[in-house]
Nanobody
């Protein structure tokens, strides 16, 4: 499985960006996909995740109400719509996936994901 992120960039506080993660390789079977981010000198942290069937989504408290995760089944692409961006959202954003259908309590755990993208940089600054 290959995951390729795109859509990052420089945006002013209060602005919006939409990240994309294109998945290719082995066909998924009821997977879970998510977004994590990592700022310099900090550990990778959970942002949002969803079951590919769309029956379960989870958000970190810091982004709930501002970010929206979604997917396009036909394009095999995961999205992260980010609105009302803040300077503290600045980080490298990574797409992650697993062939297992994770439950809510495990969706936020880095160790539960088997595949990772290289990341796309998001910088929020005036």
């Amino acid at each position: 499985v290959q995951l390729v992120e795109s859509g990052g960039g420089l945006v002013q506080p209060g602005g919006s960006l939409r990240l994309s993660c294109a998945a290719s390789g082995n066909t998924f079977n009821r997977p879970t996909m998510g977004w994590f981010r990592q700022a310099p000198g900090k550990e990778r942290e959970f942002v949002a995740a969803m079951r590919w069937g769309g029956d379960n989504t989870k958000y970190a408290a810091s982004v709930r109400g501002r970010f929206t995760i979604s997917r396009d089944r036909v394009k095999n692409t995961l999205y992260l719509q980010m609105d009302s961006l803040k300077p503290e959202d600045t980080a490298s954003y990574h797409c992650a996936a697993t062939n297992r259908g994770l439950i809510s309590s495990t969706m936020s755990l880095v160790a539960e994901y088997d595949y990772w993208g290289q990341g796309t940089q998001v910088t929020v600054s005036s």
